[in-house]
């Protein structure tokens, strides 16, 4: 699969409303794993339709990502775009809810674009699948500027979910366990989270 038809198939994504990361988001992300060459194992958990494990697998030839899907017809889709691509040696998706996913794996690079409320339960759910020097990538840390400005939304579902993502994201940022750089400018607001101890 070439850059060209990868791009297609992310525009494609965000026309059908398919939860893929924002374009400066995923450029951000990408340069990160491409200044750090020792990032060579991933953890995702969320595939949608591929789109991040594929950009992030075509970084490096010695990259392997494991994606978590919970949508059986989201799963099988990724499953089709990563074959197509020639990455299925490389990409692994695996149909489950990421609480209940199981490992002994250690991995250089977890990026967290699942359940936004949930983001705290995957990191301390995931901990033991890194070291030190481990980064962990949270995107949607402004989910459409609403964490900020509540008052954008009178949908209560929608504030309830915001006001946990706040919560994390102020909890992340004094965490001791991680050194955190936020970009609130880039995308919808991501997070690179590098574990110190």
């Known amino acids: 699969m070439t850059e060209e038809e990868l791009e297609k198939l992310g525009e494609e994504a965000r026309q059908n409303h398919v939860p893929?990361?924002?374009?400066?988001?995923?450029?951000?992300?990408?340069?990160?794993?491409?200044?750090?060459?020792?990032?060579?194992?991933?953890?995702?958990l969320g595939t949608a339709v591929g789109y991040s494990a594929m950009n992030m697998a075509m970084v490096r030839p010695d990259i392997t990502v494991d994606t978590l899907e919970i949508d059986p017809q989201m799963a099988a889709q990724a499953e089709a775009n990563i074959t197509a691509a020639g990455l299925a040696d490389r990409i692994r998706v695996h149909l489950t809810d990421a609480m209940d996913y199981q490992t002994d794996e250690i991995y250089d690079l977890?990026?967290?674009?699942?359940a936004k409320s949930q983001y705290?339960?995957?990191?301390?759910?995931?901990?033991?699948?890194?070291?030190?020097?481990?980064?962990?990538?949270?995107?949607?840390?402004?989910?459409?500027g609403i964490?900020?400005?509540?008052?954008?939304?009178?949908?209560?579902?929608?504030?309830?979910?915001?006001?946990?993502?706040?919560?994390?994201?102020?909890?992340?940022?004094?965490?001791?366990?991680?050194?955190?750089?936020?970009?609130?400018?880039?995308?919808?607001?991501?997070?690179?989270?590098?574990?110190?101890?």
């Open 147 to 197: 964490v900020d400005h509540p008052e954008l939304t009178h949908n209560r579902s929608t504030r309830q979910m915001t006001a946990k993502i706040r919560s994390f994201r102020n909890w992340l940022m004094v965490e001791p366990r991680f050194a955190v750089e936020y970009h609130a400018e880039i995308g919808d607001g991501i997070a690179f989270a590098r574990r110190v101890r």
């Open 110 to 114: 977890i990026f967290v674009d699942a």
């Open 120 to 144: 705290r339960r995957y990191l301390e759910h995931f901990f033991a699948n890194s070291r030190k020097g481990t980064v962990f990538v949270f995107d949607n840390l402004c989910f459409h």
């Open 20 to 44: 893929v990361m924002m374009e400066d988001g995923l450029s951000s992300l990408l340069d990160y794993i491409r200044r750090h060459e020792k990032i060579r194992k991933i953890l995702e």
